[in-house]
């Protein structure tokens, strides 16, 4: 059992277990059960065409579970997993789940800033990379973590391990193991980093399956479902919303792509008759193009997910014509809450909202700056509790603090109104945070970096509009002498570590900041600013 999280209160915990939201099962029971059933199955297909039966992702699990523990990787250790879309991925999160290890889960996308952050509040024992990925190697940025974080104790590596562990070998006779107690935190996963770095979020057996479970039925998987994953694994929504965990629940196949590019996305979707997928905004207004000049059969793709960012009313409506398949809009968050449009909404709720909460149990009030319910139908910020929204980040008391109510509601930072038959629209963010296409991005955060750079004075990162991405990232400047391009200043955050998806999109130079009333930085008036320099520039389309 892990220390610095914040458990459901008993009774509320008691009802959920009693009104049968959570069903004191582990989490990878959910592939145990269908390996039992139907060991036969397909339930993984990757890029290139391989096939892995229930059975066979069964037992490579519990192969795998039992070369964890033999290498001292066991109850409660924490693991931080930062693979791709590969089979990899999916064998070593059973694996440790069985293991009684807790997976802590990144992105590819994440360099030495985020990774080092991660590994140091998790107190993780391992990480586990590729090789190389995109011309990347990962095996200098595992040193340079090794070297920050000394509890980091294994390295494994999917390919040529260098002087660490292959993940092939991680391998060994299974075992019978211990399953962990169902009210345990099951996995780690990431914020998007609202203030400073990413939070770790805690997802619990029961929580994270009452999750998946209920997503599934909302969806309408069962064992006819080809889902194609296209985001990231550890991505929330690809992961659980349904997602991969959500199809192996209900008996389905898995295909994963290595990019959601329409070349590869759109071949996989031809080749293994894929249902359903899911994607953020940029990728459907991607895919809403590429449809005129690709040739792909897409005829079994029935419901395509979009969520991560608001989808735009125009885009929205495109997809059914454009791609042929339903669309579903989500919204929703690590951290719990999700909200679906239903599969019987009419098209008005589809192409205008973004869904309704999923869980009868959930419960979302939206309020003013001082905290009181705003009037039915008026603009407010989202708050949330309910069987799968976390109490507490991981080990972040002050944080915590400032993120929940004193009666445990979420405050999500979300900006939303409620219609009569209880859908949200999304209007916004009351949280220092640019959503970057669903990549989100803490201003802080960022504004540290930059203002470790030898000619800048003070720094501020402010959201600015694009069609394509809803937002991208400006950075304002003070120099000290003179400033440092986009291009530099991009070349010295890679340097430090930072996200290649958390580098500005543009610099701007200013002498001084517009300040509020208290003396703050008036990050409303350098939005504003630069929106309007972009109309004048005839750079925004939306």
């Known amino acids: ?149 000394p509890s980091v104790e294994h390295v494994l590596v999917a390919g040529d391990p260098a002087e660490f562990t292959a993940l092939a070998d991680v391998d060994a006779e299974p075992v019978p193991l211990p399953e962990p107690d169902p009210g345990d935190v099951a996995v780690l996963l990431l914020s998007g980093g609202t203030t400073g770095k990413p939070k770790l979020i805690p997802r619990t057996h029961d929580d994270y399956t009452y999750n998946v479970r209920a997503s599934a039925q909302v969806c309408g998987l069962d064992e006819s479902t080809v889902y194609l994953v296209v985001l990231p694994t550890a991505h929330n929504f690809a992961l659980a919303c349904p997602g991969l965990l959500g199809t192996l629940m209900a008996g389905g196949t898995v295909v994963l792509s290595p990019t959601p590019s329409p070349d590869d996305a759109f071949a996989l979707i031809e ?63 690590a951290e719990g809450l999700l909200n679906y449009t239903r599969l019987n909404d009419p098209a008005e709720l589809v192409i205008g909202t973004q869904g309704r909460p999923l869980s009868p149990a959930d419960e979302v009030r939206v309020v003013d700056e001082d905290g009181h319910d705003v009037a039915p139908g008026e603009t407010g910020e989202l708050l949330t509790r309910g069987p799968y929204t976390l109490r507490g980040y991981y080990r972040a008391a002050e944080h915590n603090a400032r993120s929940f109510t004193d009666d445990g509601f979420y405050r999500t930072g979300d900006l939303v109104r409620v219609l009569p038959t209880g859908h949200l629209i999304v209007e916004g963010r009351a949280k220092d945070q640019i959503n970057r296409g669903g990549d989100k991005i803490s201003a802080e955060e960022l504004e540290n970096h930059i203002l470790a750079h030898p000619a800048v004075h003070d720094a501020a990162v402010v959201g600015m509009p694009d069609a394509t991405m809803g937002e991208r990232t400006c950075a304002y400047l003070v120099p000290r002498g003179q400033a440092p391009t986009q291009r530099e200043l991009a070349a010295f955050l890679t340097e430090r570590g930072v996200a290649a998806y958390k580098l500005p999109d543009r610099v701007e130079q200013t002498d001084a900041f517009p300040r509020t009333s208290v003396g703050k930085i008036d990050k409303k008036t350098l939005g504003r600013r630069i929106a309007e320099r972009l109309r004048a520039e005839g750079s925004v389309g939306n």
Request: net charge neutral; proline share 6%; glycine share 8%.
């Open 271 to 333: 080749r293994e008759k894929v249902t359903i997928t899911a994607v953020v905004p940029p990728i459907a207004l991607l895919w809403l193009d590429a449809v005129e000049w690709e040739d792909a059969d897409l005829s079994s793709l029935a419901l395509l997910q979009v969520g991560g960012s608001k989808l735009g009313a125009e885009p929205a409506a495109r997809v059914g014509p454009a791609l042929g398949c339903r669309l579903q809009q989500v919204f929703g968050m």
């Open 1 to 149: 059992m892990l220390d610095g999280w914040v458990r459901w209160p008993e009774p509320l915990a008691q009802r959920y277990r009693t009104e049968g939201y959570w069903a004191g099962r582990p989490l990878d029971r959910l592939l145990r059960d269908r390996a039992r059933q139907a060991p036969e199955r397909i339930a993984l297909v990757d890029a290139e065409g391989n096939r892995w039966t229930y059975a066979e992702l069964d037992l490579r699990a519990d192969r795998t579970a039992a070369g964890l523990r033999r290498a001292g990787i066991g109850s409660g250790d924490r693991v931080v997993v930062q693979l791709p879309n590969t089979d990899a991925f999916v064998v070593l999160f059973f694996g440790l789940l069985r293991a009684g290890a807790v997976p802590v889960l990144t992105l590819p996308a994440h360099r030495e800033s985020e990774l080092v952050h991660v590994a140091e509040t998790a107190g993780a024992i391992a990480l586990a990379i590729p090789d190389t990925l995109d011309g990347f190697d990962h095996r200098p940025l595992a040193r340079a973590v090794r070297k920050a974080v």
